[in-house]
């Protein structure tokens, strides 16, 4: 089942916070799609205030990928949902 990764920024965490930490997220990411471990991942329009989302194939990649992400680890994240979706995909429509 597809797993819903859903990231919070903490209250405190200014954009200059998030960038400092940026090319260590981004570099654990990158590490996932090469070893094609997650299937997309990105912030809502405001992430200070909206968060971001990543899917991943199944619950164990989501969480693997969670406890060792830099945002998480450093605080830049402050709270982590994760769901799984029984949902699908009609690529044929997805741009």
Known sequence: MITILLYTIGDEV?????MSVFP???AWVDQFVDEQ???GI?????????????LFPNM????EFV????????GI????????????FFTSIVR
């Open 60 to 63: 164990e990649l989501a969480e």
């Open 67 to 74: 406890c060792r992400d830099p945002f998480v680890k450093e």
């Open 14 to 18: 200014t954009r200059e916070q998030i």
């Open 24 to 26: 260590r997220h981004k």
């Open 37 to 39: 471990k997650i299937m």
């Open 77 to 88: 994240v402050t709270k982590v949902e994760l769901k799984e979706w029984a949902g699908q």
């Open 42 to 54: 990105g912030t809502f329009e405001d992430p200070l205030k909206d968060g971001a989302m990543g």
